[in-house]
């Protein structure tokens, strides 16, 4: 009786979750059954020998952000041996700037309107309430993870937080996009594509007086069975990102509910939860997207 031979795949992470929800554990038995043994590695560490992995999957660096050349560095490290990366560097590398959006909507995606500044100051910050004609706007960086250096503000508060937002963007590019109302009052939908096939589909919800929906900031989760016209939406956007740069292992697209319709807020292509939790199915759907991949290389 011969065994088939296993094969080795790095989960690509950082040095501690210790302050993060993490599900990348529920790919281990459903990738094991397939032939692949995982082993947890952090972007950061130094001492590694790519060429012993066949594979490397980025799942929870999730403090790229903060050193995002130094990322890209290990990233090319790791296309430049013998081990397959996914998602790949030029995925990476075209979904690590939030410029991103632009071209999706420049490809018939619809997104949530969004204005494209650098160099803040306070008049003008005063004046994108005016050009958004809204109460209420967000402003984030275009390169960031988990919310960091995102704030909500209003006409009345935003000269108290001028402080921050100096410190953050005055020498930065950055976005700014209406508050969208919906986020607090219906939330924020998450769908999960695995080489182009739906798998399954979340709620998130902020806690009471917050906007953000990450569960390390109190967000709450639901799963939900997407109506048709969401499910529309986004394989629109997944089209679209097919278009520029072929289609990722994995792919996250939220949206909020905007108008009559759905605006996406983002496509997650690098490091997003993938809540395996929520869909007691969709740990062996990424493990069979994976698997189907790696087959595909070797024909």
């Not at 993938?274 to 062996?284: C, G, I, K, R, V």
């Amino acid at each position: 009786m011969t065994h088939k031979k296993i094969q080795h795949c790095a989960i690509l992470t950082m040095n501690s979750l210790e302050d993060f929800e993490v599900y990348d554990d529920l790919l281990v038995q459903p990738l094991l059954a397939l032939g692949w043994k995982v082993h947890m590695v952090s972007w950061r560490d130094e001492t590694v020998n790519w060429n012993d992995y066949a594979a490397v999957i980025i799942r929870s660096p999730w403090d790229y952000q903060d050193d995002a050349t130094a990322f890209l560095h290990v990233l090319n490290q790791i296309e430049q041996s013998s081990a397959h990366l996914e998602n790949s560097l030029k995925t990476v590398q075209w979904n690590i700037d939030k410029k991103y959006l632009r071209e999706l909507e420049n490809n018939t995606v619809k997104i949530v309107k969004t204005l494209w500044r650098e160099n803040l100051s306070k008049q003008q910050v005063a004046d994108y309430f005016t050009e958004l004609d809204v109460e209420q706007l967000v402003i984030k960086p275009r390169i960031s993870a988990n919310a960091d250096n995102t704030f909500w503000l209003t006409r009345q508060n935003f000269q108290s937080f001028m402080p921050q937002l100096e410190q953050a963007f005055s020498a930065d590019e950055f976005l700014v996009q209406p508050f969208m109302e919906s986020v607090t009052n219906e939330g924020e939908y998450s769908l999960f594509y695995f080489n182009g096939q739906y798998s399954h589909a979340i709620l998130k919800t902020p806690k009471d007086s917050d906007f953000r929906v990450q569960e390390e900031h109190g967000g709450r989760l639901a799963s939900i069975n997407p109506e048709k016209t969401l499910i529309a939406h986004a394989e629109i956007a997944l089209g679209a990102i097919q278009t520029q740069i072929g289609m990722p292992l994995y792919a996250r697209v939220d949206f909020v509910r905007s108008g009559k319709g759905f605006a996406l807020m983002e496509a997650e292509l690098i490091e997003p939860s993938l809540y395996f939790n929520m869909d007691e199915q969709s740990a062996t759907r990424f493990a069979q997207a994976f698997v189907i991949r790696m087959q595909s290389l070797t024909l």
